[in-house]
Nanobody
């Protein structure tokens, strides 16, 4: 089992930046993909970005492409989400997740961190 803990959320003005961190512990050698999801009030949780843990390739939702950057530090077992040019519609609880296979469901989730973007 992998345990994930997010940090770095907060309140920021539109156009500003935040960097989220996701610290992994436990069976980190089992991680194949790390991803970020978000859930706005009254809405379903949606995919934001993912990174292949060892290879480093990335993929983004269209809504954040060009503004957000996912990265990881394998030596620190930590994934990051750099969020620039933030918009009010980016306001949500952000979750990191991991899975042990290239495809399929994510099997470990963090508790989430709140990001609020004011206009």
């Amino acid at each position: 089992q992998v345990q994930l803990v997010e940090s770095g959320g907060g309140l920021v003005q539109a156009g500003g930046s935040l960097r989220l961190s996701c610290a992994a512990s436990g069976r980190t050698f089992d991680i194949y993909t790390m991803a970020w999801f978000r859930q706005a009030p009254g809405q379903e949780r949606t995919f934001v970005a993912r990174i292949i843990w060892t290879g480093g390739s990335t993929y983004y939702a269209d809504s954040v492409k060009g503004r957000f950057t996912i990265s990881r530090d394998i030596s620190e077992n930590t994934a990051y989400l750099q969020m620039d040019s933030l918009k009010p519609e980016d306001t949500a609880v952000y979750y990191c997740a991991s899975r042990r296979r290239p495809l399929g469901q994510y099997d470990s989730w963090g508790q989430g961190t709140q990001v609020t973007v004011s206009s």
